[in-house]
């Protein structure tokens, strides 16, 4: 019996030729379909999977019957055979041959000769159809590369004008030889000042990763527009991720808040090579280290949420690297993938520029010519005025025609300060307003700083003086984080109030807590004083308000914003 069956259409008018070739190939273990002319031929044709076609030669002179240049065609497209029946003229093998036959039965059939012709066809067959098979993976390889590339092109363009990676204080460099670039590197201003960076890679450069990239930069944009905490933003792209990505993809990566204002930085790792905060205060780095499970993971994400908390001076350095980085070290030395990082992480470079460092010591190396890795890296100068609100800059502000008068207030109990942040909320409202909407940095980083205040000193009662010592920012975000979930009772009232017209455009916002006040006649307006309590967030809101007052002991804050008239006009 043959490995393989063949399925064969046998098409001869001679009833006794036709019955002895049935019953030969049938004993051969082949499938047989015997028809005597061209319509059944057709007939059998267009209605079952066929394999091999055996064909009387004299059909070849019977014009009327048209069989042979249709079944010819048609198989023909199909990659299937044909064989010609002939007798032993030799002359009548000429046509068989010129119409493309693959081979020819001469009479009298001879068995074992018949038998190994099958064999050989049998081979045939089954090669063309692993070549087919392979021919189809090239077709569809191909198609996907270059939906890849549409993709990733896509993707560039429709970034590059919400990306700031060509922020002076940034460097970076990516490289990817495959068509999709599975590292992420984004980055977005923060409405009141700072900035957010993204940097990590899927798992994977299949199409669902290339697809999922779409919806990761369009949220990190938009809600880093809209002033949300970087953890808000953390739980709405794992949220998001884990509703359509397959099971074994994820986005690894790491997530860094940079907190201008407090002159410190929010660092989330979930399975990225360790992010180094470089200080000219020390020779060794900060190591901010893997705690966190990757993005797309639906499972108790946000239970398991930890960030590192560092502090900043102006000069210091932030830097970044996707994965690739450490699969470039396994695949040099196999070992340690952190190990070429080494020199880096023991600050024997003394370069401030370490990533031109780096991207030569890999060029040197060969490593990024003769991987195929994609390989991403950022490096960040830290500067303490980085992004503020430009309200030192005198504007000429177009007068808008349309006035707005109103007002609102939230009240926020100790059940809403626990899970929520207002102040997105409150800023998409305001920035409705015509000519606000202009200042939104501005006002953001008002009603941000009152927020605050309100809500870490007189709610939950905390003092700035944790801040100073070396490991200040993370003793005062946990104690922060501890005051809040034992936190059972107080409020935060804020209150909103917009009145423009043609000759005054005018936010008043009012904050009041249920706190026990300060003394607010200790307070220094000196931006650069940072000694004092209560200090440089009012500061700074007192250099963009026209007005900022204090009542009730303290426990209410007031500040008066002209955004017709804008600071220091």
């Known amino acids: 019996m043959p490995d393989m069956p063949l399925n064969i259409l046998l098409i001869d008018d001679d009833p006794v030729d036709r019955n002895d070739l049935s019953g030969m190939l049938a004993a051969f273990g082949h499938n047989l379909v015997a028809v005597d002319g061209a319509s059944a ?39 299937i055979p044909v064989v010609f029946l002939a007798d032993s003229d030799i002359a009548s093998l000429a046509p068989c041959l010129k119409q493309g036959g693959a081979d020819f039965f001469v009479k009298p059939y001879n068995a074992d000769y018949i038998y190994n012709k099958l064999d050989a066809l049998t081979r045939l067959i089954d090669e063309q159809k692993s070549f087919d098979s392979q021919r189809k993976a090239v077709k569809n390889c191909g198609e996907r590369l270059s ?20 922020t002076p204080s940034i460097q970076s460099f990516s490289q990817s030889k495959q068509p999709f670039n599975r590292s992420i590197m984004l980055a977005a201003k923060k409405p009141d000042g700072g900035m957010h960076l993204l940097l990590g890679e899927f798992n994977t450069h299949r199409l669902e990763a290339a697809l999922s990239a779409f919806p990761l930069a369009d949220i990190f944009f938009s809600l880093t527009e809209k002033g949300f905490l970087m953890r808000q933003i953390l739980v709405e792209l794992n949220r998001r991720l884990s509703s359509i990505l397959p099971v074994d993809i994820v986005f690894n990566g790491a997530f860094v808040d940079v907190k201008v204002n407090e002159g410190s930085l929010e660092i989330w790792n979930a399975e990225a ?4 905060v470089y200080s000219q205060d020390a020779v060794a780095p900060i190591v901010c280290s893997s705690q966190n499970q990757p993005l797309g993971v639906a499972s108790r994400w946000a239970q398991d949420y930890h960030v590192d908390l560092v502090p900043y001076k102006s000069g210091d350095q932030l830097m970044m690297f996707s994965n690739g980085i450490c699969r470039l070290q396994e695949a040099s030395e196999g070992v340690d993938n952190q190990a070429f990082l080494n020199n880096m992480l023991a600050g024997a470079i003394p370069s401030k520029n370490k990533l031109d460092w780096l991207k030569d010591s890999l060029d040197k190396q060969g490593l990024l010519d003769a991987s195929h890795e994609d390989v991403s890296c950022l490096s960040m100068t830290l500067n303490s005025d980085f992004a503020l609100p430009k309200a030192y800059e005198k504007k000429a502000v177009v007068q808008e025609d349309t006035p707005a008068d109103f007002s609102l207030d939230y009240v926020l109990n100790a059940t809403t300060l626990k899970n929520t942040d207002p102040l997105p909320y409150i800023l998409q409202i305001l920035t409705t307003v015509p000519g606000l909407n202009n200042s939104s940095a501005q006002v953001f980083m008002i009603l941000s700083e009152l927020y605050s205040n309100a809500l870490e000193h007189g709610v939950l009662k905390l003092s700035s003086t944790t801040k100073n010592c070396p490991d200040g920012f993370a003793k005062y975000y946990e104690s922060r984080q501890a005051a809040l979930e034992r936190l059972d009772d107080g409020f935060v009232k804020i209150h909103i109030k917009v009145k423009a017209d043609i000759q005054k455009a005018l936010l008043v916002l009012r904050v009041e807590d249920s706190g026990d006040g300060f003394d607010f006649s200790r307070l220094n307006y000196q931006v650069d004083n940072t000694e004092m309590l209560y200090n440089r967030g009012f500061a700074l809101v007192n250099q963009l308000c026209e007005k900022l007052e204090f009542s009730h002991d303290g426990r209410v804050a007031t500040a008066y914003y002209d955004w017709q008239r804008g600071a220091f006009s």
């Not at 076609?53 to 199909?78: P, Q, Y």
């Not at 549409?150 to 700031?164: A, K, P, W």
Request: glycine residues 4%; aromatic residues 12%.
């Open 147 to 166: 939906q890849h590339y549409s993709i990733r092109e896509l993707f560039d363009q429709s970034i590059v004008y919400l990306n700031c990676l060509d």
């Open 41 to 79: 031929a057709m007939a059998t044709f267009t209605t079952h999977v066929v394999h091999l076609v055996l064909l009387k030669s004299t059909f070849l002179f019977r014009a009327d019957e048209g069989v042979v240049s249709i079944l010819h065609n048609a198989a023909k497209d199909m990659g």
């Open 273 to 276: 090579p360790d992010v180094y």
